[in-house]
């Protein structure tokens, strides 16, 4: 008679904790135990959550090499079926080798459930039988559980639920998360003590009583917005650190619609805009995207949504400075460009409605498609095609947590039918889903890497791009960090090309996500290891650091409205030397709307207690030495990196923090 030790770890986690009888079965190579209860010394407490019970298991002989167990669950006399999430299971041999299960699912009912050994294994290495099947059914139980959908034709689909408790229960919101997401939810506007304005219809008369709405809750920065939001230094200085980092180029050559001369916007002929073009000194943001959009209905009332063409200018001091504005697409007599020479409201609100259109380009562009709905197909295609024993499934599902609930209450409470968005938004209702599908053809490989896309958009020498500096850093140290795991398990390319789950993956992104459109530059298949490395990098970067850079700043840009309007009432000024002060309170949303949005973003941006930083992994995945080592050293890198950044930013009057490491989540969970 030979015996096994078992430790079982339930994971600390509310509701973890299982009193019904837990049973196990060792399978290895030359045999298989027979199902044996668990019974330990604790009791009822064995598999409370954050406990750690140990048991024997006996056979007659040794069988081998461990290669999976299966555990099962049955309810305890009259005791209802309750649900149990164990976090791993080590098993120590009679010859002195310890293997290691990670399990990380809840068990909810009677079935067996097979988990396999720690060590990860490619489809093309897995040789043992029982291994093979096992690996075979967990993927048909997978395509069963997570199934496309599509939300709207010409979009990213998206997973097939009905509701958060249809999810499977590895996907889904912890209890804590939940409770504190409803509160949040409900409480929005009472905690911003805004709830009696919600329904107003009224609009704002002075700023003054903006102002003393926003004093009901405030941030560092967003105080400093609400000082400095007129300033142009400022207006300019949001194209690179703000929300939306992504709109800002270098300017070559004029657009042939934006006729700007140099009289125009260097007076007394101290600059020439071809020469500061040639010297990399010019830039261009161009909102073309929204040209021609339906705008949205607002409480009865038709809304405006330009499509702005601005001109920005980096000037000696390293300040960029806009110089010219064009609100519609097409020049035309009605169709003025402004300049910082106009008069004090025509320029301010040719800033107003270039912020309004920032507004939508950052949450159905830049956040909500190129971070939210890129990330769900990823998670997706992961959980559909790739087995918890493969290196990738272990390196890519802690940046999947809670993406699955999060978008499907995004679709459900922003942008449905009677969503914040649909109702409140310029670019809500039928003009979002254009917005939407544009945004997709848009979308390029390389504008997802951070590396070429600063390249390609000539932003390398911008002076104080703190985005660009901290992406990049993080984008290398995460580009490390998936060529050690990676390059531990991929030797050489051929074993990429063999590795029939790694094309699954890649082929279903192709098809789900990027809609099979070969223009985007996306791979149909994996044919090299540096090839998977760097679209790996791209997965992780775009879940963590990414939508960190496009969503906690929030409430800090956003929360103070004429800074980033949601909507706006009037269209903009057809001649110069129109508008004024009283033009500029018309124009923009109503108090309604105002708080309403206030609330949403403050939502948007409000950090959960079960938070998880990027590099952070509570669940032991990896078991080999080299890609624990692997994960220690990215984790010091991180660490590294985040000291430099909170160093620089004591000398910064407007800190940088979005891709702190320590500020970034590992997944888009929020």
Known sequence: MVVYKVTVSTAYFSGATTINNVFIKLVGTDGESEPQQLLGFKGAATFLSGAVSSFTVSCPLSIGKLVLIELDKQSFLLFLEDSWLPAKVEVKSPEGDVYNFPVYRWITDGAVQRFREGTALRVFEDNHHLGRYSRQQELKQREEDYRWDVYAEGIPHCIKTDSPLSLPCEVRFSFTKTTEFLFTVSAG???????????????????????????????????????????????????????????????????????????????????????????????????????????????????????????????????????????????????????????????????IFVRSADFSDHQLNVHLLRTHLLAEVFAVSLLRHVPMVHPLYKLLIPHTRYTLQINFLARLLLISEKGFFTEFAASGGEGMITILKRSLSSVSYSSLCIPDDIAERGLQAVPNFYYRDDGLRLWDIIHRFVQGILGYYYKNDSEVQQDSELQSWIGDIFEHGFLSQADTGIPQRFTAVEQLVKFVTMVIFTCSAQHSAVNSGQYDYSGWMPNTPISLQLPPPTTKGTASEATMLQTLPDVGTTVRAMSTVWLLSKQSSDFIHLGCYPSDHFSEEIPCKVIKDFQGELEVLSGAIKVRNKSLEVPYTYMDPTEVENSVAI
């Open 189 to 351: 506007l009472t905690e911003l003590q805004l709830k009696g304005l919600a329904g107003s219809k009224e609009n704002w008369t002075n700023i003054d009583d903006m102002k003393r709405v926003f004093c009901c809750k405030r941030t560092d920065l967003s105080e400093y917005v609400q000082e400095h939001w007129k300033e142009d230094a400022f207006f300019g200085y949001q194209f690179l650190n703000g929300i939306n980092p992504m709109m800002i180029r270098r300017c070559e050559a004029l657009p042939s619609n934006f006729p700007v001369t140099d009289d125009m916007v260097f007076l007394q002929g101290q600059c020439r805009l071809a020469a500061e073009m040639k010297k990399g000194n010019i830039f261009l943001c161009d909102y073309k995207l929204f040209d021609g959009v339906k705008p949205n209905v607002i409480n009865g009332k038709k809304q405006y949504l330009m499509a702005p063409l601005v001109l920005l200018h980096k000037t000696p001091d390293d300040k960029l400075m806009p110089i010219a504005i064009q609100l519609k697409q097409k020049p035309a007599d009605d169709n003025p460009i402004f300049l910082p020479t106009d008069s004090q409201y025509d320029w301010l609100l040719a800033k």
